[in-house]
Nanobody
C-alpha cells in the first residue's frame, strides 16, 4: 500500500510560480511511475505530467514548456515546478501512482491563479 501526501499549493498571481511536492510512504517509491493530475471546478480530472521509474517524462500539451516534473528517490518525493501560471491552471492538483494494479491518490492541494 502507498500513501501520498501533496503540499505546496496556494494563491499566486498570473505569471507566478509554485512548486508542488508529493511525499510517498514505503520503500518502493523508486519502482513507481508517478503522475500529477488536476481537477478544476466543474470539470473532469485531467492528467498533467508523468515521470516513470526510469526517469522518462511527458506532459500534457496545456502545460508543456511551463511545468517541470522531477523526482527524488532518496526522499520518496515527486515534484511539480509550475512557472508562468495562468488562471486556467486553477485546480486541485493530485499526485497519483499505480502499484500492483491499484490506483493510489493523494488528498490534493489547491492551486489558485488570480490577480
Amino acid at each position: 500500500q502507498v500513501q501520498l501526501v501533496e503540499s505546496g499549493g496556494g494563491l499566486v498571481q498570473p505569471g507566478g510560480s509554485l512548486r508542488l511536492s508529493c511525499a510517498a510512504s514505503g520503500n518502493i517509491f523508486r519502482f513507481l511511475h508517478m503522475d500529477w493530475y488536476r481537477q478544476a471546478p466543474g470539470k473532469q480530472r485531467e492528467w498533467v505530467a508523468v515521470i516513470t521509474r526510469g526517469g522518462r517524462i511527458n506532459y500534457a500539451d496545456s502545460v508543456k514548456g511551463r511545468f517541470t516534473i522531477s523526482r527524488d528517490n532518496a526522499q520518496n518525493t515527486v515534484y511539480l515546478q509550475m512557472n508562468g501560471l495562468k488562471p486556467e491552471d486553477t485546480a486541485v492538483y493530485y499526485c497519483h501512482t499505480n502499484e500492483g494494479g491499484t490506483d493510489y491518490w493523494g488528498q490534493g492541494t489547491q492551486v489558485t491563479v488570480s490577480s
